[in-house]
């Protein structure tokens, strides 16, 4: 029998709260999570618990193969927290994403801000969000070319963490911390003026694209498309049974990510997508009894219900 969890939604915001303090602030009271945490937690955030694989990566790929000439045990040290990635996406999967992340948390706050405010969402077309949804590979493809042309001496040092400069998570999760430094140009020499000035015009478009839209930045996010790829290591699954959906549209009206595909599936029962946060409200709100699913490998963790949904609707109704 599913094991049912009451008010998903309730859960995910306790668990994203606590990982965002973990995340932001676990270093001054010596947590230290390390350099392989599958979501986007700052390396630039002083005193913070854990930081993003991303940066990890970036050195590893750029410094790699010259580490591994020189028989650097970095090399080793390195791999090693590849393993801890990868196993923390095995384990987890995206639930990194929709219940862990601290960017996804502000994000999250700025989208409860705009409720409050009684503005209304702006929504993305379904073909519109389709191209969008790209992007996060050309980021992920340009943090993994980039590094290796730095160590060849083909690009200047600069370039030395080519998507770090430019994230907006270097900008805003560090004034948390009191820090405004990543909010200035750096004039040092041109590249660093390009880079800083590049930062703050994504800077300014992600907190407005993250206002007026729900989740917005998971759109562009380079590590959500690389915990996708390594979708067939999860056993975290979104699971749709077709004979018992009665194709109400509550997945579809829900999901922060405007998300088709689990309405639309009539064939397959692994509904989860590349863009897909494992938020899992479509399975809260879904009305049929057993349409829709969490499993992890064989084990069911809950199953939509009728009576379940009723309660949620009119819960998430007073939160917004």
């Not at 350099?35 to 940066?55: E, I, N, Q, R, W």
């Amino acid at each position: 029998m599913a094991y049912m969890i009451e008010r998903i939604e309730r859960l995910r915001a306790f668990a994203q709260h606590i990982s965002f303090v973990i995340l932001m602030y676990g270093g001054r009271f010596g947590i230290n999570l390390g350099p392989a945490v599958p979501c986007f937690a700052c390396p630039f955030v002083t005193g913070c618990g854990g930081y993003c694989y991303l940066m990890g990566l970036q050195g590893f790929i750029g410094f790699g193969m010259s580490a591994a000439a020189a028989g650097s045990l970095w090399l080793f040290t390195a791999l090693g927290w590849m393993v801890v990635f990868i196993v923390l996406v095995a384990l987890l999967g995206k639930i990194w994403c929709g219940w862990l992340c601290p960017f996804g948390l502000v994000q999250d706050w700025l989208s409860a801000l705009r409720r409050k405010l009684g503005v209304r969402e702006r929504k993305i077309s379904l073909q519109t969000a389709q191209y969008l949804g790209y992007v996060k590979y050309f980021f992920l493809g340009y943090l993994i070319i980039i590094p290796p042309l730095v160590t060849a001496e083909i690009l200047p040092p600069d370039f030395y963490l080519p998507f770090c400069s430019i994230c907006p998570g270097k900008s805003l999760l560090p004034l948390f911390v009191g820090e405004t430094r990543y909010l200035a140009l750096d004039y040092t020499n041109n590249i660093t003026f390009a880079l800083s000035l590049t930062l703050l015009i994504f800077t300014g478009i992600t907190l407005v694209g993250m206002f007026f839209k729900e989740r917005f930045f998971c759109i562009f996010c380079p590590l959500l498309a690389l915990i996708h790829l390594l979708k067939p290591l999860s056993g975290l699954r979104l699971v749709k049974n077709i004979s018992a959906c009665t194709g109400c549209g509550n997945c579809r009206r829900i999901c922060p990510m405007d998300i088709e595909a689990v309405y639309l599936e009539q064939k397959k029962a692994d509904v989860q997508t590349a863009e897909c946060l494992n938020c899992f409200q479509c399975a809260e709100t879904c009305p049929s009894d057993a349409a829709l699913g969490i499993d992890f490998y064989r084990f069911r963790l809950f199953s939509s219900s009728r009576s379940h949904t009723i309660n949620t609707i009119a819960w998430l109704g007073k939160q917004k």
